[in-house]
């Protein structure tokens, strides 16, 4: 059963965009809190940005604050991360999570995951 579906991933050129949309189901869309991490070969997976559902409020880490932009569609049970100004170092697979209630910067907090999808940024 999947209930988590992560797409737009690719190859870019540095200082340019790239949008990751995430597919949720009823059940992981109205958890308490969305998020995405990411995690580059060698690595721990790291956070990016998470969203509240009940108050719509985000969350970024220091290295893409400001580049970074998390929302929901509530219509259409979609979770996007929009990422402009895309440097080498964001070159990682990128996962969207659903249902952490606290401690909404750790990994471990969620239930669900996607399967990833590739972000590859070239110099």
């Known amino acids: 059963q999947v209930e988590l579906v992560e797409s737009g991933g690719g190859l870019v050129q540095a200082g340019n965009s790239l949008r990751l949309s995430c597919a949720a189901s009823?059940?992981?869309?109205?958890?308490?809190?969305m998020a995405w991490f990411r995690q580059a070969p060698g690595k721990e997976r790291e956070f990016v940005a998470y969203i509240v559902r009940a108050s719509g409020r985000t969350y970024y880490s220091d290295s893409v604050r400001g580049r970074f932009t998390i929302s929901r569609d509530n219509d259409k049970n979609t979770l996007t991360l929009q990422m402009n100004s895309l440097q080498p170092d964001d070159t990682a697979v990128y996962y969207c999570?659903?249902?952490?209630?606290?401690?909404?910067?750790?990994?471990?907090?969620?239930?669900?995951w996607g399967q990833g999808t590739q972000v590859t940024v070239s110099s």
């Open positions: 999570a659903s249902g952490a209630a606290y401690v909404l910067t750790r990994a471990t907090s969620y239930n669900d």
């Open positions: 009823g059940r992981t869309f109205n958890s308490p809190t």
